[in-house]
C-alpha cells in the first residue's frame, strides 16, 4: 500500500490555466514534506513543508500543507508550456529515507 | 506487490573498499534510475537506464558505475569509494521515464 499519494496521475491544461495538484501523506513520524519537478533528469526541489496552514510561494508556484488531513497541494498559476514535467511530492520520516508519491504528469498545450 | 528494493538499507564502509547496491523491480519496467540525495542539494542524478544493456550519465556519474544485464535490476557500483561519497542514494524505476515513478526505500552509505 503506498504511503504517499499524488492525484491526479497525469493532466493536460491549456497555457493560462491554474493547476492544483493533490498529495496525501501518512502520519508517522513526519517530519517535513517536499515537492520536486522533474523535467528530463534529476528532480528540481521546489519546497519542503513542515508547518501546517502555511503557504510557500514561489513566482508562479505555491504550496501548503495540511497536518490535520494529511495533505499538501501544489498550485500553479498561468500556466506555462515550460511547467510541463513530473511534479514528484515526497515525505521526510526522519531517520528513514524519503517515501514518494509517484508524481504526477502536468502537460500544459499552447 | 509492486516494488522497487534496494539493499543494503545502511551500510558504512572504508574508503577504497569496491561495494555495490543492488536494485530490484517487479513492475516490468524500462526505465531505471539512481540518485544521490544531500543536504541542500535535492536530488541528483547519478546514471539512468532506458532499457537492457542501455546506460548513460546523469549529472554527477563520477566514481560510480551501473551496469543493466537484465531489465529488473539495476546495480550501482562504487569501485574505489571515497568520503564525499557520503549521501543517501535512491533508486526508482518507471514505465518510460515519462511517469509513474516507484522510488525504492533507499541506502544511507557512509564512507569513512
Known amino acids: 500500500e503506498d504511503k504517499v499519494v499524488q492525484s491526479p496521475l497525469s493532466l493536460v491544461v491549456h497555457e493560462g490555466d491554474t493547476v492544483t495538484l493533490n498529495c496525501s501523506y501518512e502520519?508517522?513520524?513526519?517530519?517535513?514534506l517536499l515537492w520536486y519537478k522533474q523535467e528530463k533528469k534529476a528532480p528540481t526541489f521546489l519546497f519542503m513543508l513542515t508547518s501546517s496552514g502555511i503557504e510557500k510561494k514561489s513566482g508562479r508556484l505555491s504550496s501548503i500543507l495540511d497536518k490535520k488531513e494529511l495533505f499538501s497541494i501544489l498550485n500553479i498559476t498561468a500556466t506555462q508550456t515550460g511547467d510541463s514535467a513530473i511534479y514528484l511530492c515526497a515525505e521526510d520520516v526522519g531517520n528513514t529515507p524519503l517515501v514518494f508519491g509517484k508524481g504526477t504528469r502536468l502537460s500544459v498545450i499552447a | 506487490e509492486a516494488q522497487v528494493t534496494q539493499n543494503p538499507r545502511y551500510l558504512i564502509t572504508v574508503t577504497g573498499k569496491k561495494l555495490t547496491v543492488t536494485c530490484s523491480q517487479n513492475?516490468?519496467?524500462?526505465?531505471m534510475s539512481w540518485y544521490r540525495q544531500d543536504p541542500g542539494l535535492g536530488l541528483r542524478q547519478i546514471y539512468y537506464?532506458?532499457?537492457?544493456?542501455?546506460?548513460d550519465k546523469g549529472d554527477v556519474p563520477e566514481g560510480y558505475k551501473v551496469s543493466r544485464k537484465e531489465k529488473r535490476n539495476f546495480p550501482l557500483i562504487l569501485e574505489s569509494p571515497s568520503p564525499n561519497q557520503t549521501s543517501l542514494y535512491f533508486c526508482?524505476?518507471?514505465?518510460?521515464?515519462?511517469?509513474?515513478?516507484?522510488f525504492g526505500s533507499g541506502t544511507r552509505l557512509t564512507v569513512v
Open positions: 513492475m516490468n519496467h524500462e526505465y
Open positions: 537506464s532506458m532499457n537492457v544493456e542501455v546506460t
Open positions: 502520519v508517522t513520524n513526519f517530519r517535513s
Open positions: 526508482a524505476s518507471s514505465l518510460d521515464g515519462l511517469y509513474g515513478y516507484t
